[in-house]
C-alpha cells in the first residue's frame, strides 16, 4: 500500500499545466528575472521605521529604502538617512542615547529629540566600541591601544600601552654595563644620582601612565574591557609562515596576467600558539592564564589508533583558542569560550579576572567536529552565549542531546538546566529587552521550516507567533511590540512583512518584488518526501514531477553545495535558478530529485557528521538510495539517471562517476574539488582531519585517486579566477584523464567567473551544455 501512494504522489500531475515556456537565457538571469529581493532589514532605533536593501529598478546595485505605518509603498531613503541606519549602536537598558563609532569618530544619538552629537574624532580608526557600567562612559581600541572615554566629564584616558615587538635587549645590557662602572669610577655620577632620586621624591610627581607591555612578533586580537575598566583581555597569536595558493587572472584591464593570492592549504601547519592576556588596570601588570588544567585538554583522537605509528604518541596539550570574556551587567561573571584548534573540544569557563584563574563550567566533544545551530564549526568563532536578568545565570546552546537545544546554568547554584528538548533544533536566539523570556526561531514542525516562537524563563514552554509552513526570519520592533518578518515559501521568493507580537498574526505584507516575467509561469512547491538510506535513515528530498502524459522516464538529481546546508525545504531556495532549471527540466519530462544528503544542515549532530572521514561515503550513497526510490516509486528507468551539482555538489558528482560508474549514465560537476589535500583549512580539516595525520580520509575521499574508474559521460566545468576551489584542482584532474587515455570527458572552462557565477552569458553558456548533456545521454536509451 505503502508504495501504491508514492507511486501516486509522483506520477499525480501538477495544479496547474505549466503553458509557458522557460528559457535558459532568462531563468539564468537569476534575480534579474525573479526580481531583486529586499534584505538586511532593519528597525529605525525609535521604531517608527523600517529599512531595508533594496532593487525594485533593478539599477546597477541595491539602495536603503524605508516604510512606516501608513505608507502604500516603501521610499528610497536619502544617503544620510541610509548611512545612518547601518551603524551598530550601543545602548544602556532604559537610556534613550545610543553611541555609535564611524571610522575614527565617535557620536552619540538621542532618541527623544534625534539630536548627533560628535563626541570624539582622530584620523586613526576606532574599533571595539563597548558601554562600561558606568553611564556615559565608553571603551574603545586605537591603534592597538584600549582607551576610556567618560562622556560626563569630557574626559580620554589611555588605560593601556600595548606594543608590538621588544625593546632591544642588547642595548639596554650594554647600558647597563656601562651606567654601572661609571657609577663605580665617578663619585660626581653617585652624588648626581642621589640628588636625582631625592628630587624624584620629593618634588617630581610619579607618573600614572601604563607601562609599555611588548608582545613581540605575535599579533593581538579580541582586546576587550571589563565593565568597570578595570580590567583588560586579549589574545596574543604567533606569526606563522604558511604558503598561500595562487592563482592566474587573465582577462585583466591592461592585458598583462595578474597573480592572486588564495587560501592556504589544510594542514597542522596552520595551527598557531595563542596566549590568553589579561591587563589589570590598576596594578599596571599582565598575567597570561594557563588553561592546561581544562578537562580532556590531553585527550587523543580516536582516529589516531587507526594508524600503527600513533600508538606511543606523547600526550600534550591541544592547542587552544579563547575567545574575548561575556560578562554579566556589572562584570562580576567573566564566561570564557574555549576551543581546540582540531575543533573537538569546547569549553566554557568562569574566569577569576583578579587571580588569572578559572572554574569549568561545561565541556563538549564531538569525535567528528564540534557544530551545529548556535554553535559555529570554526574553532576561532563563538556561538550562543550571554546573561540572565538574574545576574547570575548563563544560557547557552549544545548539542549534547545529539541536536542544537537551549541550556542555562546558574553560576551560584551550578545547576544546568535544558531549556529546550525533542529531535529538532534551535536556529536562533533573541533574549527580550528584560531578559525573562526568549524569542526562538526553530524547525519544531518540520526540519525545512523556520518558525518563530516565544519562551518565558521561568516555564520553558514554547508559545507558537509564526509557524506556518516556510521560513520566517524575523526582527523585533525596540519596544518588542512589532514584528518585522522576511517570509518566502517553496515557490515564494523573500519578501517583508509586519505583524503583531502574538500568537496567529496576520502577515502585513510591505514588498512586492517579483517581475511579471517571473509571475507569469505556475511555479512548482516540489513535495517535500523521505526515504530510507541503506543504513535505515531517513533522508528528504525535494521531488520535481512531471505530468504523467509527458514523463519521459528518465531522472536528474541535484546535488546542493556546500555539504552542510539545507536544501529540501519549504522556503525560497539560495539555488534560486537551479529551481527554475528543475522546474523546465521537468516542463521537458524529466523528473527531478535534490537530495539533503548526510552532512546536510537542519537534521541534527548525526546527520551533521555523517560524512566524518569519508566524503563521498554516505553522502554518495544517499544519492544511490534516492535513485532506486526513483526508480522503484516513480516510472523511472534506472539507466536513465544523470547526476550534477556545484562546489561540493560538483566533488559528489565526480564521485558518482568515479567511484559507482555504473549507476549513473552521466554526470555534470561544476566548480568542483577533486582533491581535498588541496582545499582549506577550517573547513577540511574539521571532517577529514589533517592530510598529515589523516592521509587515509583524504586518499578515499578524493576523487583524483579515482580517474580511472570513468565509464559514463562527465561534464565538468570550471571558473578559471575561481578563488575557493581553484581551477587548478579540474586542470590537475584532466591530466590525470589524459595520461589513463580516458576520452568520454569534456572540460568547459569560464575565463572571467568565480566560484558563484556572476555574468549571465556564463550561467547560459554552463546550463545549455548541462542540458544538452542530459537530452543528448538520457533521452536516447
Not at 571532517?687 to 570513468?710: G, H, M, R, V, W
Request: glycine residues 6%; hydrophobic residues 35%.
Amino acid at each position: 500500500m505503502k508504495k501504491n501512494i508514492l507511486l501516486l504522489i509522483c506520477v499525480f500531475t501538477s495544479s496547474f499545466f505549466q503553458a509557458q515556456t522557460l528559457k535558459l537565457e532568462e531563468i539564468m538571469k537569476g534575480n534579474g528575472f525573479i526580481g531583486n529581493l529586499p534584505e538586511n532589514e532593519r528597525w529605525s532605533l525609535d521604531g517608527s521605521k523600517i529599512y531595508f536593501d533594496w532593487n525594485p529598478s533593478n539599477d546597477l546595485g541595491n539602495s536603503t529604502y524605508y516604510w512606516k505605518k501608513g505608507m502604500k509603498v516603501p521610499q528610497k531613503a536619502t544617503a544620510e538617512e541610509a548611512q545612518f541606519s547601518k551603524f551598530n549602536f550601543l545602548n544602556r537598558e532604559g537610556s534613550n542615547v545610543y553611541y555609535y563609532a564611524d571610522k575614527g569618530q565617535i557620536f552619540s544619538f538621542a532618541v527623544s529629540n534625534k539630536k548627533i552629537k560628535k563626541l570624539y574624532q582622530s584620523s586613526s580608526p576606532i574599533s571595539n566600541l563597548q558601554l562600561a557600567s558606568q553611564e556615559g562612559v565608553l571603551f574603545f581600541k586605537q591603534n592597538d591601544n584600549l582607551f576610556k572615554f567618560d562622556t560626563n566629564a569630557g574626559t580620554l584616558l589611555q588605560i593601556s600601552n600595548f606594543k608590538k615587538g621588544k625593546a632591544d635587549e642588547k642595548q639596554k645590557a650594554n647600558e647597563t654595563f656601562l651606567k654601572n662602572q661609571q657609577k663605580e669610577l665617578f663619585q660626581f655620577i653617585r652624588d648626581q644620582e642621589e640628588k636625582e632620586k631625592w628630587n624624584a621624591d620629593n618634588e617630581s610627581p610619579k607618573s600614572d601612565f601604563p607601562k609599555p607591555y611588548f608582545f613581540g612578533k605575535s599579533s593581538m586580537d579580541n582586546s576587550k574591557v571589563s565593565p568597570k575598566g578595570n580590567f583588560i583581555t586579549f589574545r596574543l597569536r604567533e606569526e606563522t609562515e604558511v604558503k598561500s595558493e595562487q592563482m592566474e587572472i587573465f582577462v585583466t584591464s591592461d592585458g598583462y596576467n595578474k597573480p592572486k593570492d588564495t587560501k592556504s592549504k589544510v594542514s597542522i601547519n596552520n595551527f598557531v600558539n595563542t596566549k590568553f592576556g589579561i591587563y589589570n588596570v590598576a596594578k599596571d601588570s599582565v598575567y597570561v592564564v594557563n588553561f592546561s588544567s581544562l578537562s580532556h585538554i590531553q585527550d587523543i583522537p580516536e582516529y589516531y589508533k587507526s594508524y600503527e605509528s600513533n600508538k606511543n604518541l606523547e600526550k600534550k596539550d591541544k592547542l587552544i583558542i579563547a575567545q574575548a570574556p561575556v560578562y554579566n551587567r556589572d562584570g562580576s561573571y567573566a564566561i570564557v569560550e574555549i576551543r581546540s584548534q582540531d575543533n573537538k573540544d569546547r569549553w566554557l569557563v568562569n574566569l577569576n579576572l583578579e587571580t588569572g584563574t578559572f572554574k569549568e563550567i561545561d565541556h563538549q566533544h564531538d569525535e567528528a567536529w564540534i557544530g551545529g545551530p548556535g554553535i559555529p564549526s570554526y574553532a576561532f568563532s563563538s556561538g550562543t552565549l550571554g546573561f540572565l536578568a538574574d545576574n547570575e545565570t548563563l544560557y547557552f546552546q549544545s548539542e549534547a542531546t545529539g541536536y542544537s537545544h537551549l541550556y542555562t546554568y546558574n553560576l551560584r547554584t551550578n545547576k544546568k538546566i535544558q531549556l529546550t528538548k525533542g529531535n529538532w533544533e534551535v536556529r536562533g536566539v533573541v533574549l527580550s529587552k528584560d531578559k525573562k523570556a526568549f524569542y526562538l526561531t526553530t524547525n519544531q514542525t518540520h526540519p525545512g521550516n523556520r518558525g518563530f516562537y516565544k519562551m518565558n524563563v521561568s516555564d520553558a514552554v514554547l508559545q507558537p507567533i509564526l509557524i506556518k509552513d516556510g521560513a520566517h526570519e524575523v526582527s523585533l520592533s525596540p519596544d518588542e511590540k512589532s514584528l518585522l518578518v522576511r517570509y518566502s515559501f517553496k515557490n515564494k521568493p523573500w519578501e517583508l512583512f509586519m505583524a503583531s507580537n502574538k500568537k496567529g498574526s496576520a502577515l502585513e505584507q510591505i514588498t512586492y518584488s517579483t517581475t511579471k516575467e517571473f509571475e507569469s509561469y505556475n511555479w512548482r512547491t516540489p513535495d517535500v518526501i523521505t526515504f530510507k538510506a541503506q543504513d535505515g535513515t531517513s533522508v528528504n528530498a525535494r521531488l520535481y514531477k512531471p505530468n504523467a502524459e509527458k514523463s519521459n522516464r528518465a531522472a536528474v538529481i541535484f546535488v546542493h553545495g556546500a555539504g552542510y546546508l539545507q536544501n529540501a525545504h519549504n522556503y525560497w531556495s539560495t539555488y534560486h535558478r537551479e529551481y527554475m532549471f528543475h522546474n523546465m527540466l521537468t516542463d521537458l519530462g524529466y523528473t527531478v530529485l535534490d537530495i539533503d544528503y548526510r552532512g546536510s544542515d537542519g537534521y541534527g549532530r548525526d546527520f551533521r557528521t555523517g560524512i566524518y572521514r569519508f566524503m563521498g561515503g554516505k553522502d554518495l550513497s544517499d544519492q544511490i538510495d534516492g535513485k532506486k526510490f526513483l526508480v522503484q516509486n516513480c516510472g523511472v528507468d534506472e539507466k536513465r539517471v544523470g547526476i550534477y551539482g556545484g562546489s561540493y555538489g560538483g566533488f559528489i558528482t565526480l564521485m558518482a562517476m568515479l567511484t559507482a560508474p555504473k549507476e549513473f549514465t552521466s554526470g555534470a560537476g561544476l566548480r568542483s574539488v577533486t582533491d581535498w589535500a588541496h582545499y582549506n583549512h577550517g573547513y577540511t580539516g574539521n571532517i577529514l582531519n589533517f592530510p598529515e595525520t589523516d592521509p587515509d580520509a583524504y586518499k578515499k575521499s578524493s576523487p583524483i585517486y579515482f580517474a580511472n574508474n570513468l565509464e559514463g559521460n562527465l561534464l565538468m566545468l570550471h571558473g578559471m579566477v575561481d578563488d575557493n576551489v581553484e581551477y587548478k584542482d579540474i586542470v590537475r584532474l584532466s591530466q590525470r584523464f589524459i595520461e589513463l587515455g580516458k576520452k568520454k570527458w569534456s572540460l568547459a572552462s569560464f575565463p572571467v567567473e568565480s566560484h558563484g557565477f556572476k555574468e549571465t552569458y556564463s550561467w547560459v553558456d554552463e546550463y545549455t551544455r548541462i542540458l544538452d548533456l542530459f537530452n543528448s545521454t538520457l533521452l536516447n536509451k
